[in-house]
C-alpha cells in the first residue's frame, strides 16, 4: 500500500505570507498525487493534480505543487496567504494501474491564517 | 457538471434504528467510492464500486451495507450502528481512465449514533 507523509499537522501564517505544506510519498513508481482542501463541515474539494505532465501544476485559488521524482514530494505552495485559505489541507495519491482510483491521504495539515 | 449530491446532510439514528445515506453523480464516472471519516483525521475507505459491482471492501463490519442501483447512485444502508459510528460519511467518484484519475467528493454526511 502507498505510504502519505504530511510534515506538520499545523501551520500557522500571516495573511500575505508564503504558504508551504510538505508531502512524501514512499513508491519506487511515481504514483498520480493530489492535494485537496476541506473547509469545516464539508466534502473535500480537488486544488490540484500530478498525473505524469508538466512538473510544477498550478490549481485553483492561486495553489500550485511542483513534483521532484528525487526527493519523492509534492509540496504545496501559495506566494500570499489569503484568511479564506484557513482549512484543513489534504495530500493524497492513487495508485498508476488498475487499483480503481482508490486515495491514499496523508494525516492532513491544519492552516491557519492569523490577520 | 462536477457535482456528487448526497442526502441528508445530517443524520441522527439510534441504534436499533435503520436508515440509507444516498449519493448521487452525473458525470459518467466509473468508480464510486464510500469514504469514513473521524473529526481531525484523513477519510479512510470502506468500499468501492467499479461498473457498478463491489470490487473493494476494507473489511468493513456488515451493519454497513452498500448497494449500487444504477450507474449513478451508491446508497450506504445502515443498522445496528454503534456511537463509535459516528463520524462524516463521504460518497467520491471518479472516471480513473487516463489521467482523469482525481475523485470528486460530497458535500458528506455528517451521522450521530445515539
Known amino acids: 500500500a502507498q505510504s502519505v507523509t504530511q510534515l506538520g499537522s499545523h501551520v500557522s501564517v500571516s495573511e500575505g505570507a508564503l504558504v508551504l505544506l510538505r508531502c512524501n510519498y514512499s513508491s519506487s513508481v511515481p504514483p498520480y498525487l493530489f492535494w485537496y482542501v476541506q473547509y469545516p463541515n464539508q466534502g473535500l474539494q480537488l486544488l490540484l493534480k500530478?498525473?505524469?505532465?508538466?512538473?510544477l501544476v498550478k490549481g485553483i485559488n492561486g495553489f500550485e505543487a511542483e513534483f521532484k521524482k528525487s526527493e519523492t514530494s509534492f509540496h504545496l505552495t501559495k506566494p500570499s496567504a489569503h484568511m479564506s485559505d484557513a482549512a484543513e489541507y489534504f495530500c493524497?495519491?492513487?495508485?498508476?494501474?488498475?487499483?480503481?482510483?482508490?486515495?491514499?491521504f496523508g494525516r492532513g495539515t491544519q492552516l491557519t491564517v492569523w490577520p | 457538471d462536477t457535482e456528487v449530491t448526497q442526502t441528508p446532510k445530517h443524520l441522527v439514528m439510534g441504534m436499533t434504528n435503520k436508515k440509507s445515506l444516498k449519493c448521487e453523480q452525473h458525470m459518467g464516472h466509473r468508480a464510486m467510492y464510500w469514504y469514513k471519516q473521524k473529526a481531525k483525521k484523513p477519510p479512510e475507505l470502506m468500499f468501492v464500486?467499479?461498473?457498478?459491482?463491489?470490487?473493494i471492501n476494507e473489511s468493513v463490519p456488515s451493519r454497513f451495507s452498500p448497494e449500487c442501483p444504477n450507474s449513478s447512485l451508491l446508497n450506504l444502508h445502515l443498522h445496528a450502528l454503534q456511537p463509535e459510528d459516528s463520524a462524516l460519511y463521504l460518497c467520491?467518484?471518479?472516471?480513473?481512465?487516463?489521467?482523469?484519475?482525481?475523485?470528486?467528493f460530497g458535500q458528506g454526511t455528517r451521522l450521530t449514533v445515539v
Open positions: 500530478y498525473t505524469s505532465a508538466a512538473t
Open positions: 464500486y467499479s461498473y457498478e459491482k463491489l470490487s
Open positions: 467520491a467518484s471518479s472516471q480513473f481512465q487516463g489521467l482523469n484519475t482525481e475523485a470528486f
Open positions: 493524497a495519491v492513487s495508485e498508476r494501474g488498475s487499483t480503481l482510483g482508490r486515495l491514499y
